[in-house]
């Protein structure tokens, strides 16, 4: 069977009062013991499977975890067992048989949960929801990690129901939306203790590599493939893709948030401000290119996104200042200037895990898993030749001298049907090409506003190629791509040295040592605008991806 269900983690200055909460609704208390397996070789966490076997209070319960159509869905299979007795012969003739069958390692015990479970049920006028508060540790090989979350599980009715309830606990307790599940992340730690076990503790060598195996677990998650299917709809193809941006985002700001290492360890970093932002920028793309096609997204969805990209790009901005530019005068001779107050590092951490921003994560949520087509147009009020309405024969009139009513039908679809995705997506994106050539092979001459924009219509491009890169042509695509990145590199240094110049414009009066900043800049900025007109011009003639 498949259930829905949201997943918020719960800081610790929130969960007294949660557990309050849930005890006066009545909540019922129950303790879950989970082991969870799979081989050395991590086949079952390969092919999306989760398998455990969990005690719950005197009772246990095996059970097959996978993911479901959309983010909230998950397939769960349970068997009831009469003790702590793995039984993969319980899934012999089910669709679960092969992809056990395949396995060529040994199962054995992988990583383990143990929780304490608060449960109550909510009723509304959408639906009924179980809540489900789980504290407690998941452990692998020594390692831990602390488990503080609030589920919110849809017994009947629509999704709504989980989406208002979730609304008013994220807001009145500062909940956090986390897409990774206890089977995910216990996967990664397990992974993580296999490989820190392999190191020496005494050798400073090994040290160095500790640290890293540690910063790739809270690493940033980058932009992933999204594969678009020939018979999709754009509304389907757009919650496919909205899908995919959304987890990017989603897990970026998790890290931001600190949900698991507030005040022991800082795994927020300036690539997780630089992905999660990513993340929006490709949602902003594919708004843009399934435009006309898909019903808009509601206002709040659309203002949300747009001010809260511009909020966390106040610390982009810094970050490319201090880590890449800066750096960069130093080392071409630039005095070192000793401001009196240096600019702060923005702290993220309280926007990522703030009311507003993890609002707008839920409202985005909602909206992608059930994306709408446009809305059909008006139907005529008298039968038109263009129109399979036509067809339809009016009855006769039968009373002289009265008036005669004209039947309408309005077919499943109103109007033409859409072209072919495929077909759809290749004209736009030809014509998102041609605008950017057009502009491009005037780059030289173009102030620093314009090529902004015109850095952001490259963006969109590429977004959109990527989007669309399983309906087009390989080939010729792959040689575009690879002249399309240029030019977006360029760009993009363009930009963040057109910023550092403003910054730096604003130093001069009280630190004369930023005039060399100014003319080294201005000087970058003038080579890489012959090179960025260049790749333009390459771009122009290069084979069209579109045919």
Not at 150 to 156: I, N
Not at 178 to 185: N, Q, T, Y
Not at 423 to 431: E, I
């Amino acid at each position: 069977m498949s259930e829905q269900e949201l997943k918020l983690h719960v800081p610790a200055a929130s969960r007294q009062a949660v557990q309050r909460e849930m005890r006066d609704g009545k909540a019922t208390l129950v303790r879950l013991h989970a082991m969870y397996f799979d081989t050395p070789g991590r086949e079952l966490a390969r092919a999306r499977i989760a398998l455990r076997l969990r005690r719950e209070g005197r009772d246990w319960v095996q059970t097959v975890k996978m993911p479901g159509a959309d983010a909230i869905t998950r397939v769960e299979i349970n068997h009831p067992r009469s003790g702590p007795v793995l039984d993969l012969s319980v899934y012999a003739g089910t669709e679960l048989e092969g992809p056990l069958a395949a396995i060529k390692g040994e199962l054995g015990l992988r990583y383990e949960t143990d929780v304490q479970r608060l449960l109550r049920q909510v009723r509304s006028r959408h639906g009924s929801v179980e809540l489900a508060y789980d504290t407690g540790v998941l452990r692998a090989g020594g390692l831990d990690l602390p488990i503080s979350e609030l589920e919110f599980e849809l017994l009947s009715g629509r999704p709504a129901a989980i989406f208002a309830l979730a609304r008013r606990w994220q807001q009145r307790y500062g909940l956090v939306l986390d897409a990774r599940s206890k089977s995910e992340r216990g996967d990664a730690l397990a992974a993580l203790a296999r490989e820190l076990a392999t190191l020496d503790a005494d050798d400073p060598t090994s040290q160095v590599s500790r640290g890293s195996a540690i910063a790739r677990f809270w690493g940033p998650r980058p932009a992933d493939t999204v594969t678009l299917e020939p018979g999709m709809t754009p509304a389907q193809a757009m919650g496919s893709i909205a899908a995919e941006c959304l987890d990017q985002i989603t897990r970026n700001a998790a890290m931001l948030a600190e949900v698991d290492t507030l005040g022991v360890y800082a795994a927020g970093q300036p690539e997780h401000v630089h992905q999660l932002r990513v993340g929006m920028r490709r949602m902003r793309s594919a708004w843009r290119l399934f435009d006309g096609w898909i019903a808009p997204p509601p206002a709040a969805v659309q203002d949300g996104l747009r001010a809260h990209f511009t909020e966390f790009g106040l610390s982009r901005d810094q970050d490319v200042l201090n880590e890449t530019v800066t750096p960069a005068l130093l080392q071409a001779g630039m005095p070192v200037i000793a401001f009196d107050m240096p600019p702060p590092d923005m702290d993220v951490q309280p926007v990522a895990a703030g009311r507003s921003f993890q609002g707008w994560l839920l409202d985005a949520l909602e909206w992608s898993l059930a994306v709408q087509p446009r809305e059909p147009a008006s139907a005529p009020t008298t039968p038109d030749l263009a129109s399979p309405a036509a067809d339809v024969a009016t009855p006769p009139d039968d009373s002289a001298g009265q008036g005669t009513d004209t039947l309408t039908i309005i077919p499943l679809t109103a109007g033409p049907d859409l072209p072919a995705l495929e077909k759809l997506l290749g004209k736009r994106l030809h014509r998102w090409h041609a605008a950017v050539v057009k502009q491009g092979r005037h780059f030289a001459t173009l102030d620093i506003a314009r090529r902004h924009a015109l850095r952001k219509r490259c963006k969109r491009l590429r977004y959109g190629l990527s989007f669309a890169a399983a309906l087009l042509p390989r080939g010729r695509l792959r040689q575009y791509r690879k002249l399309l990145m240029q030019v977006q590199d360029l760009l993009g240094e363009i930009n963040d040295l057109a910023m550092a110049r403003e910054y730096y414009q604003g130093c001069v009066e009280t630190h004369p040592q930023a005039w060399f900043a100014l003319g080294w800049i201005s000087a970058r900025i003038d080579e890489l605008a012959v090179e960025a007109q260049q790749a333009f011009d390459r771009l122009a003639d290069t084979k069209p991806f579109w045919k």
